[in-house]
């Protein structure tokens, strides 16, 4: 079964620090997205992607935060200066973009944790 | 603002016992989705609801969305230690390209 697949699992980093994540989306989704729960709080939203370029964004994907599809196959959040607050998993997921019953497709997520 | 307001936040139970979790809203939706994190892992999508009034059952579970489609709940029958997890709603592509979801409900099943 298709999947979308996440790496590192878990990163440790020192603030300021840049930190890359990366994402395989399904491969045939055309949606792609990331969000992020600090723990022990709710999913939120941070970034869609489409046709490569952000289609939306949250309050929360400032300056710091990037999306890049570098190639055919990844997805990549960057945070260019981390910070203690970043801390938290940052799920990849992907749809195929089918409005109203349309599923998004998770990976297990990157825990960030920002020292 | 809070889109979406889901309860109760938290949940205790013993296996083999029934429960509901609803999920409640000011607006009028299109359609309504639920999914499923368990601990350690990224949410999956349980079902889709679209039309005011609809029932959907799933094994165990039962979904209703309301008739004036503002609201909605999961009823969980016999529950079991595998239905721990937390329990989050979503209006359908309501706004934008997003899913937006609300806070959860946290569900532990003791056995």
């Known amino acids: 079964e298709p999947e979308v697949t996440q790496t590192p699992s878990h990163q440790v980093t020192q603030m300021g620090q840049e930190v890359i994540l990366r994402c395989v989306p399904i491969s045939n989704h055309l949606y792609f997205y990331w969000y992020r729960q600090i723990l022990g709080q709710k999913v939120e939203f941070l970034v869609s992607f489409y046709n490569n370029e952000i289609s939306e964004k949250s309050e929360i994907f400032d300056d710091q935060f990037s999306v890049e599809r570098p190639d055919g196959s990844n997805f990549t959040l960057k945070i260019r200066s981390t910070k203690l607050e970043d801390s938290a998993m940052y799920f990849c997921?992907?749809?195929?973009?089918?409005?109203?019953?349309?599923?998004?497709?998770f990976g297990e997520g990157s825990r960030l944790t920002v020292l | 603002t809070q889109l979406l307001e889901q309860s109760p936040q938290f949940l205790s139970i013993q296996e083999g016992e029934n429960l509901t979790v609803y999920c409640n809203s000011s607006?009028?939706?299109?359609?309504l989705q639920w999914y499923r994190q368990e601990p350690g892992e990224g949410p999956v999508l349980l079902v889709t609801v679209v039309t005011g009034g609809e029932v959907k059952k799933l094994k165990r579970l039962t979904f209703q969305f309301g008739d004036a489609r503002k609201d909605s709940s999961l009823h969980i029958t016999a529950a079991q230690p595998g239905d721990t997890g937390l329990y989050l709603c979503a209006p359908g592509w309501e706004y934008g390209n997003k899913l937006v979801f609300g806070a959860g409900t946290i569900l532990r099943v003791k056995s």
């Open positions: 997921a992907s749809s195929d973009g089918q409005y109203v019953t349309g599923e998004l497709f």
């Open positions: 607006s009028v939706f299109s359609s």
